[in-house]
């Protein structure tokens, strides 16, 4: 197993399990909005027929992970809004505190 298969692992296995109240905190993770992207761009549109699993690659992507090759521009526009959103942070954070005494 290479280091591709446990990200994707734990990030996308483990969704389902962790408890409600904590959800939020998974969708606000900017690694997870990216790795959705990235496999719903990648895998999203393949039709190609798996024989282990029975299915395309396509519906096997949007059964096992709940990942939509429709719902990629979306993580495409949450991943750069992060982006900003941090670049704006730091903006303001630089101009209001001064930490220079003299």
């Known amino acids: 197993m290479n280091i ?3 990200i994707m692992l734990l990030f996308f296995y483990f969704e389902q399990s962790i408890p409600i ?3 939020w905190y998974y969708w606000a993770c900017p690694v997870a909005w990216t790795l959705y992207g990235l496999v719903g761009s990648q895998f999203g549109d393949l039709t190609e027929f798996m024989s ?4 395309t690659v396509k519906d096997f992507i949007e ?3 709940g990942i939509e090759h429709d719902f990629i521009g979306v993580a495409a526009v949450v991943v750069a809004g992060i982006a900003v959103l941090f670049a704006f ?9 001064n930490f220079q005494k003299r």
Do not use: Q
């Open 89 to 97: 942070i730091f903006a303001v954070a630089i101009k209001t505190f």
């Open 4 to 6: 591709d298969s446990i």
């Open 52 to 55: 282990e699993e029975r299915m």
């Open 21 to 23: 109240w904590w959800r």
């Open 63 to 65: 059964t096992s992970y």
